[in-house]
């Protein structure tokens, strides 16, 4: 199965080196990037990048809506800063759920607008938003999501059923935090600054 990481146009990434690394060590996924900047690393599908605003969630639908039509075949979406702490396979991990209020930022507006979207259509409410990989295996109702207005994520995820995991996110977000006991996480910073975590991902053991 391959795994898709939309990346974004940027000269230099510190975290998608290290995001393949993991991949590779802990599983039998193939990479495929995607996105207007082709970083060298593994199979990349260009694609032209949007503008405005709400630029990175478009390019992130931009991303979705090449990868379904090239591959045609369930894959595992992720992202280029979340890494594999041990081989295990990627479920259906939701944070809980979604919130009514809208708040100021643009992350809370689209979490409001989804709210109200799967309210509008009888779904689930569940957030889905977690710095996890999410298994893509329902082509239709990913292409369903990506027509209506809200987030990718929890669109897919409501149209698809109830999460195998209800827990935090894994995302790290201080140079303090703890890692997370967990098959993944993902980092607010550049990887290096954790020096935890990047013992772990050179392979050195934890002192």
């Known amino acids: 199965m ?13 975290s998608l080196p290290y995001a393949l690394a993991s991949i590779r060590r802990h ?3 193939e990479p495929l990037t995607v996105g207007e900047r082709d970083p060298g690393l593994c199979e990349h599908l260009t694609t032209r990048e949007p ?3 709400l630029r990175k969630f478009r390019g992130e639908a931009v991303a979705m809506r090449t990868a379904l039509e090239h ?12 890494y594999w702490m041990h081989p295990a396979e990627p479920v259906r991990w939701a944070i809980g759920d979604l919130d009514a209020d809208q708040g100021p930022t643009i992350y809370q507006e689209r979490k409001h607008l989804t709210w109200q979207t799967c309210k509008r259509y009888g779904l689930p409410t569940w957030d889905y938003e977690s710095h996890t990989p999410l298994p893509v295996l ?3 109702a990913m292409l369903t999501a ?6 990718m994520r929890s669109l897919y995820g409501n149209l698809t059923g109830t999460p195998d995991v209800i827990a ?16 993944w996480c993902s980092t607010e910073l550049p990887p290096t600054r954790y020096t935890e ?10 002192l």
Do not use: H, Y
Not at 2 to 14: D, F, K, M, S, T
Not at 71 to 82: G, T, V, Y
Not at 169 to 181: A, H, I, M, Q, Y
């Open 168 to 183: 935090p996110d894994v995302k790290l977000r201080r140079r303090s935090d703890p890692l997370p006991d967990t098959a």
């Open 51 to 53: 503008r405005g605003r």
């Open 138 to 140: 329902n082509l239709d």
């Open 27 to 29: 599983t039998d996924l």
């Open 146 to 151: 990506l027509n209506l207005p809200g987030a």
């Open 2 to 14: 391959r795994l898709v990481i939309p990346v974004a146009n940027e000269a230099g990434n510190l």
């Open 197 to 206: 975590l990047i013992r772990l991902l050179n392979g050195v053991p934890m």
């Open 71 to 82: 591959l045609q075949a369930p894959f595992i979406w992720s992202a280029d800063d979340i």
